[in-house]
């Protein structure tokens, strides 16, 4: 069985498409494309294909992961095209390489965010995020369906900074296009790197730490983009490409 | 005039909400026209939430037949859940589509699909948001016209106050009809206003324009005559009918929404009308003559139609799809085509005397063997006679019998109460058959983890059949009926724990028939629930009995008439029904001999394999039965890609 990583985007309006949206969608893409997948056995075969790490919902990303068994050899970039042909423009498969190497969610070790904070003056985030930085721990708290939970988000943190506004045109690709009216209102831009740990730190739990250390309150709802997860380089507080060690196991030729 | 988009100010809201994904659109297959380059525009809706209203086969047909044609444009618009209301109420978002998130105001025609009259409250919870008038008569040419369609709007009386106008039956003729009729008066430079368009509509006689039509009523509260107040307009107005449907292999590529759905399946129409004759059918009644899509037709949608969504499920759609004159060589051909992609096969709405082994055999040949589901309907012998359901229980264990013997373990029965003339004793018969189908099914396989579910519904009397005259059974009887239907059961130590019992209370079903057989009189209790908040009424959370009840005490203040009145009352020959003046083709003669018929408890055949009788549409609407058999077979497709 040959199989394959795909890494894939949520992108503008379709960072509303919850994880489970997202898995049957791409099934149905699998099956409109004619990918020969492999299947599960058992009594209701299920193709295979297997998630990683999955963003929130609302929350729009440069890099989603995936894995998927075929049943047949494939060109993994000639795969990689017909799928993203396939499904909805937003669900864009934009990197594929053949599997060499085990352990790959392990692989993911952190994950870079871009937070964009509109209505929120550049000076004042900057403010804010020096604060959190100055914390050893900061406690926030966040509703789950077991009650409230209090944990530490600031531990997590391995980079925070704020940054100029339009950072290498990314945030631009990633809401698409029916936005650009934005005009003149302030708006601060977040880097953050976490380290995928447990309790998982959310970038919504770096902004209730802002909250609470800071008070930097965003008068609208931060919109979040995760540009990057992967392998964590503690020096340069940088996410490198986790679909690397593949790549670089190609066989030769 | 480009309209602006409301994507931005509706995407700051997404985020405190439940399932945003239902409110951006972007579906596969969905269709963004240029506004400008379109001079007819239509917004359609379903007026439910996304998850019920995205699948429903009759918008997504409009939808694609309409954008098919250059120069017109249309967009779907859902019900939007109330904590999304609430903000954008408090932010001043107005109803949207869901394909450009365009003002729904801004549109030509925001049509309505009503498969049900409980959907009423959300149409006017969406005009409001939308800043249309609530009330026709408050509305000026900045407005759309307010156009319903669907099942309810073959009695439009209880929104006439609320509506442009009402087509009813086949829409896909008819909507591209109205958009020339549109176009025309467009192009002319709207003469004479939005009142000259409606009255083009309304003399085609068949587009009904309430405002055209004046009700007159008798000191008694029954209606005295309807009356055409506008020159040129026709006493009554008629159903659309399309024949050959393999002309119209609609929806031929079927949206496939990001977000969950009801039905999640590649749905093919396999015939239109029924002629079955089940008295207690609006859409039996309403849908004549039946007109079935071929072999080959429905072997090239099932094709192109999965090609296009990646669906895993093909569901067969008909009102009784086993009757199909060749639905065996459907099935195998289907099942034969797509055994290596894992295609299962469903078809609703199986009659137990058309059922056979070896359809239900290739039905489940992909999929899985799970439980198998009949309507008898009535529980007694008897009953079945008055609803004209001629399925007996020999049958019925017959059927169960072979079924049982071929591995299936469940079957679940579909039941009414509250039919005419029923008893308890009639209502205790479903318990009886119940057991009799588990007893059967443990001697057949020699288990006992056999189950029987049994499913009852409320019997609603509806418009254009022959139980339009017939007394609704109120709410408190029939809750008692059922409770000692369930004490039967339950009380059964051989059989109660292998039988399910499922039923709903009788509340829901007298609102739903105050609405079915309303006339423009209930129009203000429909206003007064949705001011009071009423809103998503075919949901348990939201349905309120009592609101009901209350508004429609005030709203029905002074005319001498109640919910009674509209509900459990026997109607007479003689009364003038709030919907004659709507020609479903059906002949009221026939329908009153029917009636009686059923009252003597005499059984009528189907038209399809005896001679004609006369029930009147087939003459009045100049059309006929479409059946096979074609003799053609479904040919195995030309393995590509493998």
């Known amino acids: 069985m040959q199989r394959i990583r795909l890494r894939y985007t949520k992108r503008g309006r379709l960072r509303f498409t919850s994880h489970r949206d997202f898995q049957r969608a791409f099934e149905r893409a699998l099956r409109r494309s004619a990918v020969p997948m492999a299947y599960s056995a058992g009594f209701t075969p299920h193709p295979k294909v297997s998630y990683a790490n999955a963003a929130p919902t609302g929350v729009a990303s440069e890099a989603e992961y995936l894995e998927i068994g075929l049943a047949a050899v494939r060109d993994p970039e000639q795969l990689r095209a017909q799928l993203d042909e396939s499904l909805p423009a937003g669900l864009d498969v934009i990197d594929a390489v053949e599997v060499r190497t085990p352990n790959f969610v392990e692989r993911l070790e952190a994950s870079e965010w871009l937070v964009r904070l509109d209505g929120v003056e550049p000076v004042e985030a900057a403010l804010a995020v020096a604060r959190f930085l100055a914390e ?45 009216v934005r005009t003149g209102r302030a708006c601060a831009i977040l880097r953050l790197v976490v380290r995928h740990a447990t309790p998982a730190v959310r970038p919504d739990d770096v902004l209730s730490g802002l909250r609470a250390t800071a008070d930097l309150a965003p008068p609208v709802p931060a919109e979040v983009t995760r540009l990057a997860q992967g392998p964590l380089d503690e020096e340069s507080g940088t996410v490198t490409d986790p679909l690397a060690l593949d790549r670089a196991a190609a066989p030769a030729g | 005039m480009t309209v602006e988009s409301v994507f931005p100010r509706l995407e700051a ?113 969406a005009l409001d948001l939308a800043g249309i008038p609530l009330e026709a008569k ?16 073959f009695n439009p009386e209880p929104i006439a106050d609320f509506l442009d106008c009402a087509v009813i039956g086949d829409g896909e003729q008819a909507v591209l009809d109205i958009t020339e009729i549109i176009r025309a008066w467009k192009a002319e430079g709207r003469p004479g206003g939005r009142d000259e368009l409606l009255l083009r509509l309304a003399r085609t006689g068949g587009v009904y324009v309430p405002r055209f039509y004046d009700v007159e009523y008798l000191a008694d509260g029954r209606i005295g005559r309807v009356v055409p107040n506008a020159p040129g307009v026709p006493w009554r107005v008629s159903k659309h009918t399309v024949m050959d449907l393999d002309e119209w292999p609609y929806p031929k590529q079927p949206l496939v929404p990001l977000a969950e759905t009801v039905h999640e399946r590649m749905s ?6 029924c002629t079955r004759g089940c008295r207690f059918c609006q859409a039996g009644m309403i849908t004549r003559p039946v007109r079935e899509r071929s072999i080959t037709g429905i072997g090239e949608m099932v094709e192109r139609g999965l090609k296009a969504t990646g669906f895993e499920e093909v569901g067969l759609l008909s009102l009784s799809s086993a009757d199909h004159t060749e639905i065996g060589d459907i099935a195998k051909g289907l099942a034969d085509r797509y055994t290596e992609d894992k295609i299962g096969l469903s078809l609703p709405s199986t009659r137990v005397d058309a059922f056979n082994i070896d359809l239900a055999n290739e039905l489940s040949r992909n999929g899985r063997r799970s439980g198998l589901t009949f309507a008898p309907e009535g529980g007694s012998e008897r009953m079945r006679k008055v609803i004209n359901k001629m399925v007996s229980e020999e049958d019925l264990i017959r059927t169960v019998a072979t079924a049982y013997g071929n591995g299936w373990r469940q079957v679940k029965l579909y039941f009414m109460c509250g039919l005419p003339t029923e008893t308890d004793e009639d209502v205790l018969q479903i318990g009886e058959m119940a057991k009799n189908v588990i007893q059967k099914g443990r001697e057949v396989t020699g288990q006992n983890d056999i189950r029987c579910t049994v499913s009852i519904g409320g019997f609603v009397p509806k418009p254009h059949t022959p139980f339009q005259w017939a007394p609704q059974l109120s709410a408190e009887a029939t809750d008692a009926r059922l409770a000692k239907l369930r004490d039967s059961i339950r009380g059964d130590r051989k059989y109660g724990k292998n039988i399910g019992y499922r039923y709903h209370d009788g509340k829901p079903g007298i609102v739903e028939g105050l609405l079915s057989r309303g006339d423009r009189r209930v129009g ?22 009592d609101r009901w009840m209350a508004c429609a005490e005030k709203g029905l203040a002074g005319t001498g008439v109640d919910v009674d009145w509209y509900t459990t009352r026997e109607r007479s020959y003689e009364e003038v029904l709030p919907w004659d003046h709507l020609d479903s083709g059906l002949d009221k003669d026939w329908l009153w001999e029917d009636w009686q018929d059923a009252l003597e408890e005499v059984e009528v055949d189907d038209c399809r394999w005896t001679p004609c009788f006369d029930c009147g549409v087939c003459p009045q609407m100049d059309t006929h039965i479409q059946i096979g058999p074609t003799g053609k077979k479904m040919l195995p497709l030309t393995v590509v890609n493998k």
């Open chain 2, 268 to 273: 093919v129409e396999i015939f239109r009308g």
């Open chain 1, 136 to 180: 050893e721990k900061v406690e926030v708290e966040r509703r789950t369906k077991n009650g409230v939970r209090v944990f530490d988000a600031r531990g997590a943190v391995a980079a925070l900074e704020a940054v100029e506004s339009q950072v290498d045109g990314v945030t631009d690709t990633a809401v698409g296009t029916d936005r650009d």
């Open chain 2, 13 to 125: 809201l997404l985020p405190h909400v439940q399932k945003p994904i239902q409110y951006v659109g972007g579906e596969l297959n969905s269709t963004v026209k240029d506004w400008d380059a379109c001079d007819v525009r239509w917004a359609l809706m379903y007026p439910d939430a996304y998850e019920v209203g995205l699948p429903n086969q009759g918008v997504m047909i409009l939808y694609e037949v309409l954008n098919e044609r250059e120069g017109v444009l249309a967009e779907r618009t859902y019900s939007v859940w109330p904590d999304l209301e609430a903000l954008m109420r408090e932010h001043d978002v107005p109803q949207f589509t869901v394909d450009a998130h365009r003002p729904v105001k801004a549109f030509d025609v925001f049509g309505l699909s009503f498969s049900t009259e409980l959907g009423y409250t959300n149409m006017l919870t």
């Open chain 2, 524 to 545: 203000a209790i429909i206003r007064a629930v949705y001011e009071d908040g009423g809103r998503f009424d075919g949901w348990r959370e939201y349905f309120s009995y």
């Open chain 2, 138 to 153: 408050d509305r000026t040419d900045e407005d759309p016209i307010v156009l319903a369609g669907g099942h309810a709007a």
